[in-house]
């Protein structure tokens, strides 16, 4: 009788070997000092001192590590995020469908999701997410998405294999009008794929960058969707 075979490794049970091995310590570094600058370069402005915040698929933990708010909360499926938070953040590990269970309703000024919603199984999905953490935000608050942008990254898309929902930033905002939010901005080219991509990594060429349009033009390929729950 031949022994059982081996349960095969899911997706979302694998997800800190996968980003273990897709950025090495010294890339995991330079993205912690690349948002630091896009916090106080762009970011900060919509955030006020007293305001809680909301990552969605905080990763490493690099925005939310860099926010200055009143409360700062982080969700990330994988396990070892909880040890990037740095105090004061409040870090669960669980599905983004979970938060309503950890978040009062209506507590949230802003909410975050950097290369999140390309990681769902399908637009119901992304709907679903979209309908909870609305039901989170404050009147007026905001929802920010920033992701890659399918029109602009092309066959580079598949180059992650958890990527599974493809979105050009006319379907983000059709999704978010269809979940109840009222789209206040949008730029479909905002920052490069990934971190592994041209984007000049110096706090000072980041700085550059963001105040020059061309450069944006010339190498983003995510865009940026900024939303309100009316």
Known sequence: ??????????????????????????????????????????????????????????????????????R?????????????????????????????????????????????????????????????VRSLLRPGGRLIVLQPNVRLVGGAFWDFFDHTLPLTEKGMTEALTVAGYRVVETRARFLPYTTKSLLPQTSLLVRLYLALPPAQWLLGKQMLVVARRP
């Open 1 to 70: 009788m031949s022994a059982p075979s081996e349960r095969p490794p899911s997706l979302d049970g694998g997800l800190d070997r996968l980003y273990a091995a897709r950025f090495s310590e010294s890339e995991r570094k330079t993205r912690a000092v690349l948002w630091r600058t896009l916090w106080s370069a762009f970011f900060s402005r919509y955030v006020a001192p007293e305001a809680t915040v909301l990552d969605l698929g905080a990763g490493y933990c690099d925005f939310i590590n860099s926010v200055r708010a009143k």
């Open 72 to 132: 700062r909360i982080a969700i990330d499926l994988n396990p070892d995020m909880p040890k990037y938070a740095e105090a004061g953040v409040e870090a669960h590990v669980a599905p983004l469908l979970e938060v309503a269970a950890l978040v009062e309703p209506a507590s949230v000024d802003l909410a975050f999701a950097s290369n999140v919603f390309e990681h769902l199984r399908s637009p119901d999905a992304l709907l679903e997410v979209l309908a909870t």
